[in-house]
């Protein structure tokens, strides 16, 4: 059974950066679709990249597109989230999520495996 751990969370002053990994253990990595979730506190959990398999292809929130990057190394089963240019509504709690499927289309109903989620905090 799939297992994610995340890392790599912080505080971190407007316009800075952090990268957060995501660590399978359990199976390989191969044959599932990864993808990067966030709740911020009082709303709702959203969508903000996924990536599919073999990382043929991406798609980012509108919020994030131009300053997050979404990446994986297969053979060392992490998945990466750089992010750039952070503002403060970019505060929340990130999760990582994996579906067996090659593609996917990003949307929460279809992951059924979860991380505990790294908590990033971007303030002044």
């Known amino acids: 059974q799939l297992q994610l751990v995340e890392s790599g969370g912080g505080l971190v002053q407007p316009g800075g950066s952090l990268r957060l990994s995501c660590v399978a253990s359990g199976v390989t990595l191969n044959y599932y679709t990864i993808g990067w979730f966030r709740q911020a506190p009082g709303k709702e959990r959203e969508a903000v990249s996924c990536i599919t398999s073999r990382g043929q292809s991406t798609n980012y929130a509108d919020s994030v597109k131009g300053r997050f990057t979404i990446s994986r190394d297969n053979a060392k089963n992490t998945v990466y989230l750089q992010m750039n240019s952070l503002k403060p509504e970019d505060t929340g709690v990130y999760y990582c999520?994996?579906?067996?499927?090659?593609?996917?289309?990003?949307?929460?109903?279809?992951?059924?495996?979860w991380g505990q989620g790294t908590q990033v905090t971007v303030s002044s």
């Open positions: 999520a994996g579906v067996a499927r090659l593609f996917s289309l990003c949307a929460l109903s279809e992951y059924n495996y």
